[in-house]
């Protein structure tokens, strides 16, 4: 775990931000709606646009948790499709990837 000290420290700031970003998200959304009926519509848009960043959020947070996990249980830097180490390069720029670049490719992510 040592080995990976730095990169949990960094998760645990992006867990931190994404967080944040979803607890703005969230309040954004609950802003009450327009008198305006067009208004409205702009608004409701606005919303939609919004979900798809709160789920995303939500998608990345699980990810990054996971990858917490993988540090505390030392599975952390290993491809879960194939066993092999993930590169220090991949791992820098995805710290919370699950797979070696060429798993990853032949998954299609």
Do not use: W
């Not at 960043?53 to 947070?61: F, K, S």
């Not at 220090?88 to 919370?96: D, F, G, I, S, T």
């Amino acid at each position: 775990m040592k080995e990976y000290e730095e990169v949990r420290s960094s998760l645990i700031e992006m867990l931190e931000d994404l967080d944040d970003r979803l607890g703005k998200i969230a309040h954004d959304v609950k802003e009450p709606l327009d008198k305006d009926f067009e208004e409205q519509a702009t608004q409701a848009e606005n919303d939609e646009v919004l979900d798809g960043l709160g789920n995303a959020a939500r998608t990345e947070i699980e990810m990054v948790r996971e990858a917490i996990a993988r540090i505390d249980q030392g599975g952390y830097g290993s491809c879960q499709v194939c066993g092999q180490p993930i590169n220090k390069e991949r791992l820098k720029a995805v710290p919370y990837t699950t797979m070696c670049i060429k798993c990853a490719s032949q998954a299609g992510r």
